[in-house]
């Protein structure tokens, strides 16, 4: 996986690209838990669920169409949250959908079950640019974590920024900032 923190990149670049009239902060909130929440399996690992099962980690809660239900699932927030279905719908969906999407960046691990329940057949991308993080949070603390720190700020939180500050500059000059 990558580090939890790095998943909530994506959600943020949204808000800042989109704004907050398009991302109202309750939105933004949900999209900020459907980026994180697929690393919920890794609970598996200490209930005994092996990291190669169906459930286990990397398994169906990081695959596209987990990411559609969970998507979902939040547009029923939508109305309460002062935000239209569909972009909510689009945001959601992103959100949760980069998480699998990025571990599938990493270069360790068993790979990701991106098509579960489908098949449960776990891939990489072609391109396994981030250093894996490791599954022990103390571990981070090391020579080996500032490593995989600086290749989640190149690969996930650099492009983010980009894409958030373009979409700024987008609503700015047309007069919507
Ligand atoms: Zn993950």
């Known amino acids: 996986m990558a580090t939890p923190l790095s998943h909530l990149a994506v959600p ?15 939105l933004m909130a949900l999209a900020l838990v459907c980026a994180a929440l697929p690393d919920i399996d890794a609970l598996g690992l200490w209930l005994g669920i092996p990291y190669e099962h169906p459930l286990g980690h990397r398994g169906l809660t990081h695959s596209l169409p987990f990411a559609v ?19 909510a719908f689009g945001v ?40 894996v993080s490791p599954l022990r949070p103390s ?14 700020m190149r690969w ?9 500050l373009v979409g700024f500059a987008v609503r700015a000059l047309v007069g919507q900032v």
């Open 12 to 26: 943020l670049a949204l808000a800042l690209a989109l704004g907050g009239d398009i991302v109202p902060p309750g």
């Open 69 to 87: 239900a969970l998507a979902g699932a939040g547009v029923l927030f939508a109305p309460a949250l002062g935000a239209d279905p569909l972009t």
């Open 92 to 131: 959601l969906l992103t959100s949760a959908a980069s998480h699998g999407l990025i571990d599938a960046l990493t270069n360790g691990g068993l790979g990701v079950a991106l098509l579960s329940p489908f098949s449960h057949r776990r891939s990489f991308l072609p391109w396994r640019v981030i250093e």
């Open 139 to 152: 571990a981070l603390f090391s020579r080996r974590g500032l490593r995989v720190l600086r290749s989640e």
């Open 156 to 164: 996930v939180w650099l492009p983010c920024l980009v894409i958030g």
